[in-house]
């Protein structure tokens, strides 16, 4: 465990802040000084704790995709407390393969935020935004730590104002999203008809599956889903798993009879000239996730005309303030978006949900409830796919 107290003098009117971080096993002690010191004046609330734990969560059943096997989320959370006792969390969703980050090399970057937190100023959503700004100046990447140090500094704020997260930055109010059904590499090599056949049932029309790994395989069952069910939404994401245009061309030619609404990050990451080529050979709309973290990666990958579409992740981009960014240039520029996630407990998911009332989204790739195997988080509402928006203050859930 690490703690620190402000190192201002009291007498130059320090209310003193609080730092701990729960690292490995038998801890380690250091000194983290205010950030505000040594002219340590607090005029309003401010955050007076801040903490970082891990926080590892097992998975019901493995999930499988191109490029990983889970069946564990190994996270962090973030708690952070006013100086007027309120108290807000974050989920840390780290994912290695997207946004390479891990449960220790988060614990190690908290440590570095840390003082630009504790002490700070949080009266309005323009003082969060200066905390996260300065935290962003320093520690480079790391968002889905930056996404979970929002998420508790601003569950603050929400609970102080007495409304929801998304009212504080503007947002429409929606009572509840419809949750696409996606199927990891294990869920689509079983009887997939009578799953989609129920969730068609609750009001579902987006189907994603997971492709790449048996391809001849998957094409077969497509084939099969796309006979008896002609009327839903067939997306399919490869999570990178083609080498060039060409080998994700030879897949979709195999599915030339499928109608297919859009094709989710069929190259590697970085392959920005390869999506645009495909896309230039492909009527099937053609999406971006792992290449697409921010808005400096969406507007180039709009000027390369790479992408149809874009998956916005929180964790991937570092927050709301920045998804925000994102969706606005998709509304100007006649992008389409969906609100996708790294699998999260209702902490996360929540905070997913505050986002979904910021901006127009073409579906909802978020964690249903039961991917996990408990949950001590309490105040999301589901009724199977029907993921209801918290209406209570701040993020709407507590642990």
Not at 193 to 204: H, K
Not at 209 to 218: I, L, P
Not at 325 to 345: P, Q, R, T, V
């Amino acid at each position: 465990m690490v703690r620190s107290r402000c190192s201002a003098r009291r007498g130059a009117g320090c209310a003193g802040v609080d730092i701990v971080f729960f690292e490995k096993g038998n801890g380690r002690r250091g000194h983290y000084p205010c950030f505000f010191a040594p002219a340590c004046y607090f005029v309003g609330m401010f955050i007076k704790h801040v903490a970082a734990k891990k926080y590892t969560l097992k998975l019901r059943e493995p999930f499988s995709y191109h490029t990983l096997t889970l069946d564990s989320l190994w996270y962090v959370l973030i708690t952070a407390t006013s100086s007027t006792g309120v108290v807000g969390i974050g989920e840390a969703a780290l994912a290695w393969d997207v946004t390479g980050e891990t449960q220790e090399g988060a614990l190690a970057a908290a440590a570095l935020a840390a003082p630009f937190i504790a002490g700070a100023h949080i009266d309005s959503v323009a003082d969060v935004k200066n905390i996260i700004t300065a935290i962003e100046a320093t520690i480079a990447n790391n968002t889905g730590l930056k996404a979970g140090i929002e998420s508790a500094l601003l569950d603050i704020l929400g609970q102080t104002k007495k409304l929801p997260i998304y009212k504080l930055l503007g947002g429409s109010a929606k009572p509840f999203i419809i949750l696409q059904k996606t199927f990891s590499f294990q869920e689509t090599r079983r009887d997939v008809a009578s799953v989609i056949q129920a969730a068609i049932g609750q009001g579902v029309n987006v189907f994603k599956f997971k492709v790449g790994g048996r391809q001849a395989e998957e094409v077969k069952i497509l084939r099969k889903i796309y006979k008896r069910f002609p009327e839903i939404d067939i997306v399919l994401d490869a999570n990178q798993a083609w080498s060039s245009p060409r080998a994700a061309l030879t897949f979709l030619s195999a599915l030339k009879d499928v109608k297919l609404k859009w094709l989710e990050q069929p190259l590697a990451s970085q392959d920005y000239d390869g999506l645009a080529a495909l896309r230039r050979q492909t009527s099937v709309p053609i999406m971006a996730d792992e290449s697409c973290h921010n808005v400096h990666d969406l507007k180039l990958l709009h000027e390369k005309q790479a992408i149809d579409l874009v998956n916005i992740k929180l964790a991937k981009c570092g927050g709301l303030f920045a998804a925000c960014a994102m969706i606005d240039y998709c509304e100007k520029n006649g992008i389409g978006c969906m609100l996708g996630d790294m699998l999260h407990s209702a902490v996360g998911t929540a905070y997913n949900l505050q986002a979904a009332c910021l901006g127009k989204f073409i579906s909802y790739d978020l964690t249903l409830p039961e991917r996990l195997q408990s949950d001590k988080s309490r105040g999301l509402i589901f009724e199977g796919f029907k993921a209801y928006i918290p209406t209570q203050s701040g993020l709407g859930v507590t642990r």
